[in-house]
């Protein structure tokens, strides 16, 4: 069975798109996804995207990172979907749906509402997740945030100076966090720039992470440390991030906006992954 595939970034976070909406696929199970996130023996992508219909919404995007694991957002990936779809659509994630829509600069997504509940991150037991009694190293005092998936965002002076590659894992596994989390080292740079290096849960360092963007924002947001619209730069570019009131009980969207590329297409014999 040959199976076509569009390559995509965004920022340099790659992804492997396949496009089922009309043509159903074999289930995609952990094994095969790492498989074919695989860079040496695979296509290679830091997530494999899966669209398929939705009764929900326009269409349904499922998401799997390079070791395999499904996850429930990814803010790169919906720009790169929004790119591939041509035109505004709501697309349901396992995070809740969201909105996308191409625009000039790339595309604009509607990330929907952060939550900030420490079960809804989730975390072991209760703390309050604006200023966590917590720390490893010099990453300390962070704070938590669900965008559809769960982020742990941590303040310094240079996080370009942060061992990243060492601390992230320790944090990501956690006994803190039942469901692991993704880790974000980030520099306030003014009020209207943040400097951001992201660990990805179950995909390590990463050139971009959308969601990080996002979680890392709105906790700058809701401790005042940043305007209600920042850019964040990351390894590999910036994205624009806006949150319209940083009340949590307010119900605001976050809004990211940012660029996505495709780079090519291609083909390959599902027998060889299955």
Same mark, same amino acid.
């Given at each position: ?18 496009? &089922? ?8 199970? $952990? ?7 695989? !860079? ?21 995007? !499922? ?15 919906? !720009?790169? =979907? ?47 997740? $604006? ?13 938590? =945030? ?54 990805? !849960? ?15 924002? =709105? ?24 949150? &319209?009131?940083?009340? @949590? ?9 940012? @660029? ?13 992954? &299955?």
């Amino acid at each position: 069975m040959r199976v076509p595939f569009i390559k995509m970034h965004g920022l340099g976070n790659d992804f492997v798109v396949l496009d &089922a909406r009309l043509n159903a696929l074999p289930p995609i199970t $952990a094994r095969i996804a790492a498989a074919l996130a695989d !860079r040496c023996e695979g296509i290679g992508c830091d997530q494999l995207v899966l669209l398929e219909p939705s009764a929900d919404a326009d269409f349904r995007m !499922r998401i799997f990172n390079s070791d395999g694991g499904e996850v429930g957002a990814c803010g790169n990936a919906a !720009r790169a =979907v929004a790119l591939l779809h041509g035109s505004a659509a709501r697309v349901e994630t396992a995070g809740g749906i969201i909105s996308v829509e191409p625009d000039d600069a790339g595309a604009r997504v509607d990330m929907g509402r952060p939550r900030f509940e420490w079960d809804a991150i989730p975390l072991a037991y209760p703390m309050d997740t $604006a200023s966590m009694p917590v720390g490893w190293e010099v990453m300390d005092n962070p704070g938590a =945030v669900n965008v559809g998936n769960p982020h742990v965002v941590c303040f310094v002076e240079d996080c370009d100076a942060i061992a990243l590659e060492q601390v992230g894992p320790a944090i990501e596994n956690d006994p803190l966090f039942p469901e692991r989390v993704n880790v974000n080292c980030a520099a306030i740079e003014s009020r209207s720039r943040i400097r951001l290096r992201v660990w990805e !849960r179950g995909a390590g360092l990463t050139r971009a992470c959308g969601t990080g963007a996002c979680a890392t924002a =709105v906790v700058a947001m809701r401790r005042g440390l940043v305007d209600n619209r920042v850019t964040v730069v990351l390894p590999g570019g910036p994205l624009t991030i806006e949150w &319209a009131d940083t009340n @949590p009980a307010a119900g605001a969207s976050i809004v990211m906006t940012g @660029p996505a590329s495709e780079a090519y297409r291609g083909s390959f014999e599902w027998e060889d992954y &299955a």
